[in-house]
């Protein structure tokens, strides 16, 4: 039947030599059956037997295709309806996760409920999100969730691998499409293979986040060991990759959000300090006001501002903080000791450090350290007046990579704010001392009149 795809009849199985004898259906006399198909396909079949040789007969046999042909159409119906349950139920977790990702700009609400919407939707055991750092060749957890604690820890958020150590990993985002990892497949990498053996997982699917054709980072799914090989179906994988790439979507919503409103807070910040220093005319007010107000948007764990004097190729520290030793340092020459306070003034650049333990030897430029445990990120940026250098900002951090571009472009249109205030109050000391001087020699041209 499985080739003519027709209904048949034996009507004597003890002498007919299509049939088979087994012990175990030794009773049967007659036997009757037809073809269960579905789509052109042979999917089963529907059986009728008896014990009385010569007791089924052709008709039978066409009333039991009937019978069969209406089994079919249930089938394909039950099939149809499971199919479109399941679409249904795939549809409206996207639509769940869609509104409870797109409703928040807040990047770790967008991650949780993710991860948590997975772990559900495919009954897995843990779902990692992972960011990609394209400038390190790294992946950074940014978010591990795990229904069951007592086989799975999570790992802390900001946990990076190397990419070189993870070609497979790498693969996933550069080619942008899932990779399933089965622990039984020796042909799959070896790191990879080595990494579950030692986390006892079993199977693990890697899908790209993307957002507008660019890989973002790793969703990623695991089935513990103790569970068994989970195979992942073709629906499963489009669903992951679905949600994948809304959360993707959102999260560079927030980080959009975000930058619009840390431009924001700048340009609150720049106008502030613009009124705040502009409008005094004292030296040491103006160098105050500009770290009080510096200090409430970026990190500053050590802040001086270094004014130059060209003719004598010196540079003095007005202010100076965030160093507990020295109180007080005397004036330098950067061409007999250069640093990078001289290196930024030469090259009349800004100058940002990620790191000042990471200078090479043979760098340009070279730390002063004026304590014990220096500041680990830095930015240097000039102040210009007109063609002019007349000194430098700087501000530092303990923390490495603390700083970033648009901290160096927002430092360096504050120093241009600050220059001209500088300059200010640099004029009006010389007119109150020139008319204090005047005030001085008046006062004793009066006392020498004599009448």
């Known amino acids: 039947m499985l ?47 008896s014990a009385t040789p010569g007791f089924f007969t052709q008709a039978h046999a066409e009333r039991l295709q009937a019978f069969a042909d209406q089994v079919s159409l249930a089938l394909q119906n039950a099939r ?73 820890q999570p790992e802390a958020p900001g946990t990076v691998y190397d990419l070189a150590d993870y070609p497979t990993s790498r693969q996933v985002l550069d ?70 790439n809304q959360a993707a979507a959102a999260l560079e919503n927030a980080r959009l959000f975000r930058e619009i409103r840390r431009r924001v807070d700048h340009l609150a910040t720049l ?28 990190d500053v764990g050590a802040f001086y501002v270094a004014l130059y004097d060209e003719a004598s190729g010196t540079i003095e520290f007005p202010l100076l903080t965030g160093v507990t030793s020295p109180g007080h340092i005397e004036p330098m020459n950067i061409d007999q000791e250069s640093g990078i306070t001289g ?50 900002l700087s501000i530092q951090s303990h923390e490495p990579g603390a700083y970033t571009r648009a901290d160096v472009e927002l430092l360096t249109t504050i120093a241009s704010q600050a220059s001209i205030a500088i300059d200010n109050a640099r004029l009006f000391q010389v007119v109150e001392g020139a008319k204090r001087e005047w005030e001085s020699t008046f006062d004793a041209m009066q006392d020498a009149i004599v009448l």
């Not at 948590?116 to 897995?124: D, E």
């Open 3 to 49: 080739e003519t795809r027709q209904a048949m009849v034996i009507s004597d199985a003890s002498t007919d030599p299509a049939w088979v004898q087994v012990p175990e259906v030794a009773w049967i006399g007659s036997y009757a059956g037809a073809p269960i198909q579905v789509q052109g396909e042979v999917i089963g079949f529907l059986n009728a037997d």
């Open 80 to 152: 149809l309806y499971q199919e479109s349950q399941k679409r249904l139920a795939n549809l409206s977790l996207v639509f769940d996760t869609s509104a409870a990702v797109s409703t928040s700009l807040d990047a770790d609400t967008v991650l949780e409920a993710t991860a948590r919407q997975i772990t559900a939707a495919l009954k897995i055991e843990d779902c990692t999100i992972y960011g990609w750092q394209r400038k390190r060749n790294a992946i950074v957890c940014l978010v591990d969730y795990s229904p069951d604690l007592s086989w799975w």
């Open 175 to 244: 080619e942008r499409r899932p990779v399933i990892v089965q622990a039984s497949d020796p042909k799959a990498d070896p790191a990879e293979l080595a990494w579950m053996a030692l986390e006892e997982v079993q199977t693990v699917l890697m899908v790209p986040m993307i957002v507008r054709d660019e890989s973002f980072g790793i969703l990623e799914i695991m089935q513990s060991a103790k569970s068994g090989e989970r195979q992942f179906t073709p629906t499963e994988v489009a669903l992951c990759q679905t949600l994948a």
């Open 271 to 298: 106008s502030r300090i613009g009124l705040s220093i502009t409008a005094a005319l004292d030296l040491h007010q103006v160098l105050d006001t500009l770290y009080d107000q510096i200090r409430r948007i970026l």
């Open 343 to 392: 290196y930024v003034i030469q090259t009349r650049e800004p100058l940002h450090v990620a790191d000042t333990w990471a200078i090479p030897d043979e760098s340009a430029y070279q730390p002063i350290p004026l304590i014990e445990l220096p500041t680990r990120s830095y930015i240097g940026v000039p102040l210009l007046l007109r063609e002019s250098v007349i000194g430098i």
